[in-house]
């Protein structure tokens, strides 16, 4: 199979409030690097293949709507809405207002998409806090809340790195780590109580930003099946490259 060969292409959504790092995801996902970026006037868009299944053996497109978080701009993104297969909520782990807007995004979401798209709670800038990738406790596994996980029911492995609280500290490498003002388990419990993936992610680092398209357009592709996929074919969110299936490379 040649490298621009693919199985399926998903449309995906990368919402969420202004400034909580939309934009340096999708840079991070297509080019994996971290730039300046302007704040998104309306919407920007990005396509890669991802590797999902098993062994990796389905090859994904995704292509990518970016959208302003601004409101200004709302009516405009909720019109790209329609028709995604995927969509990244992304809220920043340092700002408590983007994680409280988020019931508001899926709302939103909840109106004007489809109501099979699989949604994925994105909390980003983890970098900002801890000077390792965050390893989530061993009750959320597979970027999903499992169902054991409750309030009262602190992650028993907490990543020791991970600062969650109202002051800064300092690495040993004099680097100074912000606050937490969203912690795992809440973000995590979101995650769960309303059906979402989740996932923690460095668009700056990098840290599980492939992961998060990864494990939803897995979620695409077992929660479906191939009825539901031909039928969001024909609204234009999931295509089916016939030359690919026809040889066998499809499920
Ligand atoms: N430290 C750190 N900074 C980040 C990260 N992601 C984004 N940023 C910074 O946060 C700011 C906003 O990032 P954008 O990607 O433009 O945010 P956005 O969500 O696309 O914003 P809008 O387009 O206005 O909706 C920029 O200064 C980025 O460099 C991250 O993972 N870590
Ligand atoms: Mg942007």
Redesign the pocket.
Known sequence: MDSMSWDYILKYVLI??????????LIRLTDDR?D?????LGVEFGSRIVNVGEDGEKRVKVQCW?????ESFRSITRSYFRGAAGALL?YDVTRRDSFDHVTSWLEDLRQHADENVSIILVA?????CSPTPPSLPPQISYGQAVSSLSDDDPPSSSPPTTTEGTSTSTSTSGQTFKPRAVTTIEGALFAKEHGLLYVE?????GWGVVDAFEWTAREVLDRVGKAELERKKKAGGVKLNKETNTKGGCC
């Open positions: 969420g409030d202004s400034a909580v790092g939309k934009s340096s995801l971290f300046l970026t302007e704040p998104t970016d959208t302003a978080g601004t992304v980003n800038k983890t970098d900002l992610t460095s668009a700056k680092e």
